[in-house]
T-cell receptor, first 117, second 114 residues
């Protein structure tokens, strides 16, 4: 049973550039959430995608955008990179359609380490 | 903001039980308590969750007080591989809207000592 996968593992970009991170959800899951984790902090919610629509968004600027594909995989795009965007970007997947509310879980991928220089 | 309070760090001897406390004094009746852990530079790993009854699985036990204002995660026989940051999170039981995002605090760094 494939878990959540993310690519690339590591990435180095320069200020002002654009980056795309990719996520494949756990088999059978239909919802993808993205989190940013700065060094020494807990993960911060960026946004969530369900049925190819952004359903919920955290306190992040419009430079952060995303997409969900029909196969439920997802991309996170960040434009005009700033030094402060350096972080571990985590993708988490979950199942909503037909699932029990009491059994809800989010499964996380290993993350993409983005360094902006 | 996170709705939970946890000690920043704890130590535990290998082979002993690790008891990690969490305060969630403002928890609502429809909010579950979730525990995740994050081993250095990896993604968070789901451990356990519960509403009001105590829960146990192959990884840990979750004890929730009767007033639901606090809980304890118990790792019965800690090993060196249990060294990680442990996050306690409360989440509304539902789908969509504001229910599905996890709000992490800074967690408890558990150091298991040999």
């Amino acid at each position: 049973d494939a878990g959540v996968t993310q690519s690339p593992t590591h990435l180095i970009k320069t200020r002002g550039q654009q980056v795309t991170l990719r996520c494949s959800p756990k088999s059978g899951h239909d919802t993808v959430s993205w989190y940013q984790q700065a060094l020494g902090q807990g993960p911060q919610f960026i946004f969530q995608y369900y049925e190819e629509e952004e359903r919920q968004r955290g306190n992040f600027p419009d430079r952060f955008s995303g997409h969900q594909f029909p196969n439920y995989s997802s991309e996170l795009n960040v434009n005009a990179l700033l030094l402060g965007d350096s972080a571990l970007y985590l993708c988490a997947s979950s199942l909503e359609r037909g699932a029990s509310r009491s059994s809800y879980e989010q499964y996380f991928g290993p993350g993409t380490r983005l360094t902006v220089t | 903001d996170a709705k939970t309070t946890q000690p920043p760090s704890m130590d535990c001897a290998e082979g002993r039980a690790a008891n990690l406390p969490c305060n969630h004094s403002t928890i609502s009746g429809n909010e579950y308590v979730y525990w995740y852990r994050q081993i250095h530079s990896q993604g968070p790993q789901y451990i356990i969750h519960g509403l009001k009854n105590n829960e146990t699985n192959e990884m840990a036990s979750l004890i929730i007080t009767e007033d639901r204002k606090s809980s304890t995660l118990i790792l019965p026989h800690a090993t060196l591989r249990d060294t990680a940051v442990y996050y306690c999170i409360v989440r509304v039981a539902g789908y969509g809207g504001a229910t599905n995002k996890l709000i992490f605090g800074t967690g408890t760094l558990l150091a298991v000592q040999p």
